[in-house]
């Protein structure tokens, strides 16, 4: 199996887990179990950021450039409806 695939793999995986790790963060009824998960949560993102981080140097992860006039539009569209 191609490194590309494994490591695509393990991403979707390690972001799956970041999912759960913020479902039990917000679900969460006490201080401390809402601490174990925030802190998992922390742990899982920086690990997602490594895998995503290696997979961009070798070109197996491209993100696109957007134009700031673009992020501006749809910061203001999206602003506009939110109740006040």
Not at 5 to 16: W, Y
Not at 21 to 29: N, Q
């Amino acid at each position: 199996m191609e490194d590309r695939i494994i490591m695509g793999t393990i991403l979707t995986n390690v972001k799956s887990v970041c999912d759960l790790m913020m479902h039990g963060t917000i679900e969460s009824s006490t201080p401390d179990v809402h601490g174990v998960f925030s802190s998992a949560l922390g742990g899982c993102l920086e690990m997602q950021n490594k895998i995503y981080n290696k997979m961009q140097q070798k070109g197996w992860y491209e993100t696109q450039t957007v134009e700031k006039t673009k992020i501006d539009s749809a910061l203001q569209k999206y602003a506009q409806k939110q109740p006040v």
